[in-house]
């Protein structure tokens, strides 16, 4: 009979034990405080490291592509946590530049809400919300974004997208240059948001930052879901292709909301 009790105390103590070390994973608990989250932009093409001016790809048109230049603006991020609720980065602070050439590749989010979030929305460009408060509005990130080529006039707006590079087709001879620079204009608005998974939760805490590793392939931009060939963008001397407008312009647009995936999240945001 005493044996019996002692191992009846026993388990009902190991049951204690257990449920309050259960208690203190704060996963299951109401979180306080801010914390930090860093996003890396791991740009590739077709699953390959993007080393600019010496990675080739042969899409599926056909079109060998080198890329020389790979510039885009990031915005408007918004985090969804694991009861889908949004927690949007103030809008004024939400627009950054990543640039593969100075490896600008990286951006630290600040004072967010703790939380265990699951997904992230954000678009590429600038909405044209943002764009209609005029140029004093944003003359900061205005400045940023012509340094680093994705600009054209202020009456013009910004390049979301600047690809450019040499490529060989079948219907061409020899190599040719190309340059691809998305952005809206007063026929369309090519701003697009999109909402992407995170493999894992990313937790914020005040004593944790993750990191949220993207790759972002390149080759999506002309070989999504619609396919874009160069060689139907050439100048009369074919020379050169271009496409900065036109139902082509549009195509891409609807081919980048698929250009971006998150492969992992650190937890301590140390190593991509």
Known sequence: MKFQL????AILAFASFFASCSSDDDSSQAVSGNGEMELYFDNSLNGDDLILGVSTHTN????TLKI????????????????????AYPKASSYFVINEETKQTTIHLENIPAGNYKKIKFGLGVDSQ??????TAQQSF??????????WTWSTGYRFI???GSFTAPTLTGEKTFQVHQGSNTATDNYREFTVDFPNTARVRETESPSVHFIVDANKILDGNTKVKLS?????????AAIMGGAKLIS??????SMFTVDHVHAGGADH
């Not at 599926?60 to 079109?63: F, I, L, Q, Y």
């Open 68 to 87: 020389n230049k790979f510039n885009y603006i990031v915005s408007n991020f918004v985090l969804i946590d694991e009861n889908g609720a949004e927690v």
């Open 130 to 135: 943002r764009y209609l408060q005029g140029e």
């Open 232 to 240: 139907e963008a050439m100048n009369p001397a074919q020379t050169s």
């Open 252 to 257: 891409i647009a609807e081919n980048t909301t």
């Open 162 to 164: 600047v690809f450019e």
């Open 6 to 9: 002692k191992n009846t105390i």
């Open 142 to 151: 205005w400045d940023e974004a012509a340094a680093n080529d994705l600009t």
């Open 60 to 63: 599926s048109n056909g079109e």
